[in-house]
């Protein structure tokens, strides 16, 4: 079993920055890749960020490129992401989950991602 709890989010003008982390008990997540999902109201869950077992390969939506940066200390079995020139369509509940274990290769599907946090809110005022 995996526990994982995110924190960092708030209320932000846009412009504005937050860094988020998720911090993982339970089964460690050491050679697995992990996640960041965000979800806004009436839409469907969608992927932000993805970053290999070593930290070594990161993945990102277009949507964010450029301005989120995702990092894992796995000595501290904590991830985190970082968000620069936050925009008002930034907006949303952001998830931390568990992806494929290394030797399955990356995947952007929530389906791919077997454990998750409990969400934290961000909102970017206009």
């Known amino acids: 079993q995996v526990q994982l709890v995110e924190s960092g989010g708030g209320l932000v003008q846009a412009g504005g920055s937050l860094r988020l982390s998720c911090a993982a008990s339970?089964?460690?997540?050491?050679?697995?890749?992990m996640g960041w999902f965000r979800q806004a109201p009436g839409k469907e869950r969608e992927f932000v960020a993805a970053?290999?077992?070593?930290?070594?390969?990161?993945y990102y939506a277009d949507s964010v490129k450029g301005r989120f940066t995702i990092s894992r200390d796995n000595a501290k079995n904590t991830l985190y992401l970082e968000l620069n020139s936050l925009k008002p369509e930034d907006t949303a509940v952001y998830y931390c989950?568990?992806?494929?274990?290394?030797?399955?290769?990356?995947?952007?599907?929530?389906?791919?991602?077997?454990?998750w946090g409990q969400g934290t809110q961000v909102t970017v005022s206009s």
């Open positions: 339970g089964r460690t997540f050491t050679g697995y890749y």
């Open positions: 970053i290999n077992h070593s930290g070594g390969s990161t």
């Open positions: 989950a568990r992806g494929p274990f290394i030797t399955r290769g990356y995947s952007s599907a929530p389906a791919s991602y077997d454990y």
